[in-house]
């Protein structure tokens, strides 16, 4: 696979020499490829008349290239390059994934609980604890439900300890990401199993670990026939959290009393002032003695996510490796942000690390921070850490599993392996890619 993937790109490499007497052309194509990114920074970062052009720009520029190339007569040759590409990356990921195929979390056998108690929010994910039924069916396996009165500003938290305090051996949410951290602390906290329902919106967290977010109820397995995963806990500033804590623009405008009912239009609204640096106080910020300086966005994971791209990836293969994920973005103008839509999350405004340990820091006595969602401020400096391995998570045993998502291409990898010669040698490579994952994992 990987010995296709760079003839691939050697077929994709004699498309556009064949097309090299309109070389031009083909260099005004990635020039508009360079003008829509600067597009979209123009309407992110402005208003008014420039935000308009900036629309404008981003969608005529992709369309004026096109059109170029149809007249030209270019087109083939950008189609064949672009086929090549496709397979090209296709191939090499694929050599990576058979080089080293994801690991899945280990998981462990357990007895049933016997006094299992699950919070359950009935508005949560549009209502769907009365959709799908969860109530009566929790309660037909054995398990005591306790349903939030948001009309009464519950406390979870308080909620989770009077049921600890009266025997519960299993303590579980049908609810969002932000609840659920707060009743996984407090199952960390003495021990016991916690459970995930998928009722939630997006269910970050239970699609990392695998659950079925199509069907709560199918969650409820965990209760009767279940396996057990240990996981990290991420915590800020003291709270915990289940998926990421984000400072910087992001933060800002969650904090916005009409982010909940109109989220394109405040974020529309608000993202020229942050990014211009008028609105919020500029941050710094350290992944363990790494220095990310005044950092636009600043995300950080409860283990890191598979890819860095702001635009793609989206989940963690793994939630038990001991490490933080950190991805810092930091774009200073149009041609940060045309070299953002050419080079994606290899940019160079764009920081990806791990660590275990993240200090924020601002001028300002408290900074505004969303946690799995959540709208807070918290006092500076605003520390990150991981507890590794202290929760206890009950799944069901038979589940759709974690979607896979393909790694980031590093082609000097795929050139080792398209001329590795004997099957010693792979094998010593894989080895040593082996060896030295382990090696980052422990660090």
């Known amino acids: 696979m990987a010995r296709l993937s760079l003839l691939c790109v050697a077929g994709g490499v004699a498309a556009v020499a064949a097309g090299a007497g309109q070389w031009l052309f083909l260099l005004l194509g990635l020039a508009g490829f360079a003008l829509a990114g600067a597009g979209i920074w123009w309407a992110l970062a402005h208003r008014g008349v420039t935000r308009l052009l900036g629309a404008l720009l981003a969608v005529a520029a992709p369309v004026g290239v096109l059109v170029l190339y149809a007249a030209s007569g270019l087109w083939v040759v950008a189609v064949a390059a672009l086929a090549s590409w496709t397979v090209a990356l296709a191939c090499a990921r694929s050599a990576l994934r058979r080089l080293r195929k994801p690991r899945g979390m280990r998981s462990r056998s357990t007895r049933p609980p016997r006094r299992a108690v699950l919070i359950m929010n009935p508005r949560s994910g549009g209502g769907k604890v009365v959709e799908h039924g969860l109530v009566e069916k929790a309660e037909k396996l054995g398990a005591r439900v306790i349903l939030l009165d948001l009309d009464a500003d519950p406390d979870p938290v ?94 800002e405008i969650v904090q916005s009393p009409e982010y909940r009912d109109a989220k394109a239009a405040t974020t ?42 702001p635009l793609g990836g989206g989940r963690r293969p793994r939630l038990d490796t001991g490490r933080l994920g950190v991805i810092g973005v930091k774009v200073g103008g149009a041609a940060q942000a045309a070299e953002l839509a050419l080079l994606g999350e290899r940019a160079s405004g764009i920081t990806s690390l791990t660590c275990r340990r993240v200090v924020v820091e601002s001028e300002e006595e408290q900074i505004p921070v969303a946690v799995d969602g959540e709208a807070l401020t918290l006092p500076t400096p605003v520390v990150c850490t991981v507890r590794p391995g202290v929760l206890r998570v009950r799944v069901p045993k038979h589940r759709p599993g974690a979607p896979y998502v393909a790694p980031s291409v590093d082609w000097r990898r795929i050139v080792r392996l398209a001329f590795a010669r004997t099957p010693g040698l792979h094998k010593k490579n894989q080895a040593s890619d082996e060896n030295h994952q382990a090696l980052s994992e422990n660090d």
């Open 268 to 309: 529309l609204d608000q993202l020229p002032d942050l990014l211009a640096g008028d609105a919020g106080a500029p941050l710094t910020a350290r992944a363990d003695e790494e220095p990310l300086e005044e950092p636009q966005t600043l995300l950080v994971s409860n283990n890191p996510y598979a890819r860095a791209d």
């Open 158 to 251: 308080a909620l989770a300890r009077q049921a600890v305090a009266e025997g519960a051996d299993l303590l579980g949410v049908a609810g969002g990401d932000g609840t659920q951290a707060l009743v996984a602390q407090v199952a960390a906290e003495h021990g016991l199993p916690f459970m995930v329902v998928t009722a939630g919106t997006r269910n970050h967290f239970a699609m990392d670990l695998g659950l079925d977010r199509d069907d709560p109820a199918r969650s409820l397995d965990a209760l009767t026939d279940g396996v057990e995963l240990r996981v990290d806990l991420g915590e800020v500033g003291g709270r915990p959290f289940v998926n990421t804590a984000s400072f910087g623009a992001y933060a």
